[in-house]
């Protein structure tokens, strides 16, 4: 990488911060979170409360793949700023107003 290319350098800073965010929401909320709610406040049992969390998993992931497929076919995925486009997008406070997928 060439010290004078800072649109890759964002890029990847940008792809580790999400993948290290992603990383701390999964450990508190997820894996450590829901089994509380679900066994001491809602008074689940453990099966009940795995199979609803592999449901989570499961749905998660299709929702992912899909995502990615889409972007794939509209050619969002091979262009950097077409996915830095979507992912503003998709997290700025007017997503409700823009067209999403269009780069």
């Given amino acids: 990488m060439k ?8 890029g990847y800073a940008l792809f ?3 993948l290290a965010a992603g990383y701390y929401y999964n450990v508190t909320f997820i894996q450590l979170g829901v089994p509380d709610l679900g066994t001491r406040l809602i008074e689940m049992d453990e099966q009940e409360l795995a199979l609803y969390m592999a449901a989570l998993a499961l749905f998660a992931s299709a929702t992912a793949i899909q995502f ?7 050619g ?4 950097y700023q077409a996915s830095h486009s ?15 997928f269009y780069p």
């Fill in 68 to 74: 990615g497929l889409l972007m794939r076919s509209r």
């Fill in 86 to 100: 979507v992912l503003y997008r998709t997290y700025s406070n007017g997503a409700h107003r823009n067209r999403a």
């Fill in 16 to 18: 580790i911060g999400m």
């Fill in 76 to 79: 969002c995925a091979a262009h």
């Fill in 3 to 10: 010290l004078y290319n800072w649109p890759m350098f964002f």
